[in-house]
């Protein structure tokens, strides 16, 4: 062992130099930040008010061509996130977007994952997935898996606003954030996809519970995921009627998740969709989580409790729960339904081992579990 002379902290901060210059750094320098006793979160609770954006989504409409604006998409941006890389979670992009009556946005593909929630149109705005064009209704959920050509646009009389949620972020984290545009077909170079599978398709094909017709194609694109597309909202809501007086989830209230028909789990590898019904009066137990989500109000309003403060949300609203914050829902009102749908990062936590889950009990003592995804 060499032998110390002179001054120690000098002697250190010469190894620290020397470390630099050799584009490496002593651990002990950085244990607390690599190994936190909670995840260090950057992000915070945030509520989106719609009544705020919607005069300005429809002026962006009037002022903005769509050849200026690819996708005219307004991207929320969590007051926490990193200003070099905007997003609304840390593993998610949201975006109220608006299509003018008329408006045909040219096909592209990308390697993350997407979707659209409707919020406004007259039914004759649409997303052609892989060939199949898919006209959305209020609180319809459209799903472009990664790897698949898509195309927007609107043959309504009516502006269409969609709120959209991506994992671009998770593709940037993994250096894989991939787009194309050169759609053809048969050679030729096309400003939209051909309809060969007409609209509500895979509804049909893999719409109904523990039925699969035996010819129906289940691959789409480059995609491995769910073979199908588009949900329909009185669907998701007739079963949230059908269920409404069972107990429910103690966190969540009565809440349903999209699933691949495929497998039985989440529509996307990165991201799980929930619809969930708050009761007239309702007030969920209180937990927190790992993965991230992204709330949009569909009906009524309510309040989230977000590490103890009250953040209040009406329709069309967004909102989020960063990682691991406490949260519970409430719904005051006596005679209303609160509806809230719900985008979360769980599957991506849980394939990678990620998920971790703390649960308040009626008793306020505090539970911990992992494995199983929540919103
Ligand atoms: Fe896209
Ligand atoms: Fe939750």
């Given at each position: 062992m060499?032998?110390?002379?002179?001054?120690?902290?000098?002697?250190?901060?010469?190894?620290?130099?020397?470390?630099?210059?050799?584009?490496?750094?002593?651990?002990?320098?950085?244990q607390a930040d690599m190994e936190p006793a909670e995840p260090p979160v950057r992000e915070k609770p945030h509520v989106w008010r719609f009544a705020e954006f919607e005069p300005l989504l429809h002026r962006a409409a009037e002022i903005v061509p769509h050849e200026l604006a690819d996708r005219r998409g307004i991207i929320l941006r969590n007051p926490g996130c990193d200003p070099t890389r905007p997003s609304t979670t840390n593993t998610q992009y949201c975006a109220y977007s608006i299509y003018n009556p008329g408006e045909v946005f040219t096909p592209h593909i990308h390697s993350a994952a997407a979707s659209r929630m409707l919020l406004e149109s007259d039914g004759k705005g649409y997303t052609n997935v892989e060939g199949e064009k898919c006209y959305l209704e209020r609180g319809d959920l459209i799903i472009t898996p990664g790897g698949t050509w898509h195309d927007h646009g609107n043959e309504g009389n009516e502006p269409m606003i969609?709120?959209?949620?991506?994992?671009?972020?998770?593709?940037?984290?993994?250096?894989?954030?991939?787009?194309?545009?050169?759609?053809?077909?048969?050679?030729?170079?096309?400003?939209?996809?051909s309809t060969t599978r007409s609209h509500l398709y895979s509804k049909r094909h893999f719409g109904v519970g523990g039925i699969r017709p035996r010819f129906a194609q289940t691959r789409l694109g480059n995609d491995t995921g769910s073979p199908q597309l588009h949900w329909k909202y009185e669907d998701v809501r007739s079963v949230l009627d059908a269920t409404r007086d069972e107990t429910g989830d103690p966190y969540d209230g009565i809440i349903v998740d999209y699933v691949n028909v495929m497998d039985g789990g989440p529509v996307q590898k990165t991201q799980n969709f929930s619809m969930q019904l708050i009761r007239p009066g309702e007030h969920t137990l209180s937990h927190r989580h790992t993965n991230s989500t992204v709330y949009v109000c569909i009906e009524g309003s309510g309040a989230t409790i977000i590490n103890g403060k009250k953040y209040d949300w009406t329709e069309n609203d967004v909102f989020c729960v960063p990682s691991y914050h406490w949260h519970e829902h409430v719904n005051a009102n006596a005679k209303e339904d609160a509806v809230i749908y719900s985008v979360s990062d769980a599957p991506a936590l849980e394939k990678l081992g990620l998920f971790w889950e703390e649960r308040k009990t009626s008793s306020g003592s505090i539970v911990t579990s992992g494995n199983t995804i929540s919103s």
């Open positions: 060499n032998e110390v002379v002179g001054n120690i902290e000098q002697e250190r901060q010469d190894v620290y130099n020397a470390l630099v210059g050799l584009d490496a750094f002593g651990f002990w320098l950085v969609w709120v959209d949620m991506l994992d671009i972020p998770v593709s940037i984290l993994f250096n894989a954030a991939k787009f194309g545009w050169d759609y053809k077909e048969n050679g030729v170079k096309m400003d939209r996809q």
